[in-house]
């Protein structure tokens, strides 16, 4: 077990451009969870996976947004026609949907994206 | 809604100091209840949790108890180390809710030796 893994690590683009961030939870884990977290704030919630099925989606997921789990393993988030505000750190996190650690959530290093 | 409220940081203590944290948050029925803890240049870790009130998380030193009167899970420990340097965040996931986090802002510690 490696635990989370998410590429790149890092990103840099210009504004008006398409972006792909992968996320590879724990293997055994059914959820898996996008955060995203700006400089010196707490992760704020995106999206959620219960295998392939997305369960839940924040308001702060513009239509530009866009989150798949295909295969009920790793997913991916694409954000097109970027924009500066967009500049955050992306995390991925994910856990086991039942056990003794079923609510607890590990997390990946994270997607750091500039917009330029 | 649901949302968690920490004291602001920096907090600066020097080594053996005690260390609180305050963490409260609102939240309707029954979260559980979390701190997380960023070490410089890593990803976020799960420091402790509690999933019901009077409940006490505990590990690597620190403690925090649950407290549904007070709507209050504040961290402590009492004797910090330099090591224990980071950002803390407090979280709550809202009862029923697929387990999604609710963070606080965080609070950043550092301690000098």
């Known amino acids: 077990d490696t635990g989370v893994s998410q590429d790149p690590r890092h990103k840099i683009t210009k504004r008006g451009q398409n972006v792909t961030f992968r996320c590879d939870p724990i293997?055994?884990?059914?959820?898996l969870y996008w955060y995203r977290q700006t400089l010196g704030q707490g992760p704020e919630f995106l999206t959620y996976?219960?295998?392939?099925?997305?369960?839940?989606k924040s308001r702060l997921l513009s239509d530009r947004f866009s989150a798949e789990r295909p295969k009920g393993s790793f997913s991916t988030l694409e954000i097109q026609r970027t924009e500066q505000g967009d500049s955050a750190m992306y995390l991925c996190?994910?856990?086991?949907?039942?056990?003794?650690?079923?609510?607890?959530?590990?997390f990946g290093p994270g997607t750091r994206l500039t917009v330029l | 809604g649901n949302s968690v409220t920490q004291m602001e940081g920096p907090v600066t203590l020097s080594e053996e100091a005690f260390l609180t944290i305050n963490c409260t948050y609102t939240?309707?029925?029954?979260?559980?209840l979390f701190w997380y803890v960023q070490y410089p240049g890593e990803g976020l870790q799960l420091l402790l949790k509690?999933?019901?009130?009077?409940d006490k998380g505990s590990n690597k030193g620190f403690e925090a108890t649950y407290r549904k009167e007070t709507t209050s899970f504040h961290l402590e420990k009492g004797s910090v180390q330099v090591s224990d340097s980071a950002v803390y965040f407090c979280a709550l996931t809202p009862y029923n809710q697929g387990g999604k986090l609710i963070f606080g802002q965080g609070t950043e510690l550092s301690v000098k030796p």
């Open positions: 293997s055994e884990h059914n959820r």
């Open positions: 996190a994910s856990s086991p949907s039942r056990g003794e650690t079923y609510n607890e959530q590990f």
């Open positions: 509690a999933t019901k009130a009077d």
């Open positions: 939240a309707t029925g029954y979260p559980s």
């Open positions: 996976f219960q295998n392939e099925a997305q369960l839940e």
